[in-house]
């Protein structure tokens, strides 16, 4: 089993800045692709950014040249850097890990954390 612990979350002025962590733990063999999504109340999921193994990034063109997402591997985490953040980036930010779970299996697992609240004032 592999858990997610997300932290950093909180309440910020527009224009301000916040670091998400997000934190696997538990049996794994590698985990390929981590991700960063977040949802507002009354609207879809939206996927913010993801980072594979290899750190190929790919971000949501709301997010462009405002967020960074990264990695570390040793320490099994994802960060999101959030700058110059908007009201409407207002949500729960929840991450997601796609792992496998053996070297023995190509099977992936798909893991989502239980989400930080980010709040932007205007």
């Known amino acids: 089993q592999l858990q997610l612990v997300e932290s950093g979350g909180g309440l910020v002025q527009a224009g301000g800045s916040l670091r998400l962590s997000c934190v696997a733990s538990?049996?794994?063999?590698?985990?390929?692709?981590m991700a960063w999504y977040r949802q507002a109340p009354g609207s879809q999921r939206e996927l913010v950014a993801t980072?594979?193994?290899?750190?190929?990034?790919n971000y949501a063109d709301s997010v462009k040249d405002r967020f960074t997402i990264s990695r570390d591997s040793a320490k099994k985490a994802v960060y999101l850097q959030m700058n110059s953040l908007k009201p409407e980036d207002s949500a729960v930010y929840c991450c997601?890990?796609?792992?496998?779970?053996?070297?023995?299996?190509?099977?992936?697992?798909?893991?989502w954390g239980q989400g930080t609240q980010v709040t932007v004032s205007s």
């Open positions: 538990g049996t794994m063999y590698r985990i390929n692709v």
């Open positions: 980072i594979t193994d290899t750190r190929s990034t």
């Open positions: 997601k890990a796609d792992s496998r779970p053996s070297a023995y299996s190509p099977n992936i697992r798909t893991t």
